[in-house]
Structure formats: C-alpha cells, structure tokens
C-alpha cells in the first residue's frame, strides 16, 4: 500500500535562508512523487513530480525536490526562502487510480 | 483559462438537511475526485470516478453521494447520515496517472 509521512508539523525558517520540507514514502514499485502547496482558503497548486529519471527535479516558484530511492525521501527545497512561501505544503504519491496525501507541514518564514 | 469552479464557497446545513456541493471542470479531464480536508489530517479521499456514469469509493464515502453525468461535472451530497460534516472539501481532476492533480479553491461546510 502507498503511504506518505511528513514528520514535521511546522517548519520556520528566516527570510533568506535555505528551507527544507521533509517527506518520505512507501510504495511497491515505481514511486509516483507529488508536492503541493496551499494558501488559505485556497485548494493545493502543483509545485513539482518526480515520476522517473533525475533525483533532482525543479518546479515552480524556485522550489525543488531531491528524490532518494535508498532512503525513501522526496524532501522539498529552497535555496533561499521568501515570506510570501509561507504555506501548507503537501507530500502526495499516487497509487492506482488516486493519491494519497501526507498530513501536511506548515512552513512559516520570518522576516 | 481552464480550471475547476467548486461552488459555493461557503455553505451552512441544517440538521437533518442533505446539501450538494458542485464541482464543474473545463479541462477535459477524464477523473474526478473529492476529498476532504481536517485540520491535521491532510486530505482523505471520499469518491473519485475516472469515466461517466463511473464511480468508487474512497477512504470515508460514508454519509456522501455523488453522481457523474456529465463528464464536466461531478456534484457531491453531504447527506444527514454523515454526522460530522464540518470540512474543507475540495474537488480534483487530472487525466493519466503520472499526471497532477488539479485542484478548485474548496467548499467550507458548516453546521448552523
């Protein structure tokens, strides 16, 4: 069965710095990788996938996720955080015929 | 622009009242999917139907009912057996597997 964990709640970081949002998986084979992010009131905005090919993948708004088959990890990143990035940020991974969603980490960047 | 409409932003149910939340798709998507979203809970998935007049259940399809007539459309009721309705729902569409899925800006029910 297909799973995600995003084991951080929150997530603060300083306007300027590098940001991390941490999601591992479980799957049987292939691994179809999603993030997503959310402002209030809104539904999720695709930000990026990584479905095969290189580890890094690169996405909208600066945002990119590394993938590591040998840890399970599609963590999300940021070289350099604006405030405006201040979010919900949804790890998805799709199954069969829909995905499954982590609980979601709320990445706030203080100015 | 393409995108999906959910209507309407906000909705209030009565006590032993079904309501219907729209959802409408201009994308040309073949599936559709409702979720629900908790505070805390990410999103869970109620139905999804991948082709017209097709549907399944999902994780929590208890108490809710949807149809698909039309491939544009894809209207969920939250019936009076659901007895925990307060949530953000939101409505999804994409094409092929590997594809995103994209999102309308949600329904907040509540209870009055």
């Known amino acids: 069965a297909q799973s995600v964990a995003q084991p951080e709640d929150q997530v603060n970081v300083a306007e300027g710095n590098p940001l991390t949002v941490k999601c591992t998986y479980s799957?049987?084979?292939?691994?179809?990788l999603f993030w997503y992010v959310q402002y209030p009131n809104r539904g999720l905005q695709f930000l990026l996938k990584y479905i095969t090919g290189d580890n890094l993948v690169k996405g909208s708004y600066g945002f990119e996720a590394e993938f590591n088959k040998s840890q399970t990890s599609f963590h999300l990143k940021k070289p350099s955080a604006l405030v405006s990035d201040s979010a919900l940020y949804f790890c998805?991974?799709?199954?069969?015929?829909?995905?499954?969603f982590g609980t979601g980490t709320r990445l706030t960047v203080i100015p | 622009d393409g995108g999906i409409t959910q209507s309407p932003k906000y909705l209030f149910r009565k006590e032993g009242q079904n309501v219907t939340l729209s959802c409408e798709q201009n994308?040309?998507?073949?599936?559709m999917y409702w979720y629900r979203q908790d505070p805390g809970q990410g999103l869970r998935l109620i139905y999804y139907?991948?082709?017209?007049?097709?549907?399944q259940k999902g994780d929590i399809a208890e108490g809710y009912s949807v149809s698909r007539e039309k491939k544009e459309s894809f209207p969920l009721t939250v019936t009076s057996a659901q007895k925990n309705p307060t949530a953000f729902y939101l409505c999804a569409s994409t094409n092929p597997r590997a594809e995103p899925q994209h999102f309308g800006d949600g329904t907040r029910l509540s209870i009055l």
């Open positions: 139907s991948q082709i017209v007049n097709d549907f």
């Open positions: 994308l040309n998507h073949d599936a």
């Open positions: 998805a991974v799709g199954g069969a015929n829909n995905l499954f």
């Open positions: 799957v049987s084979g292939n691994p179809y």
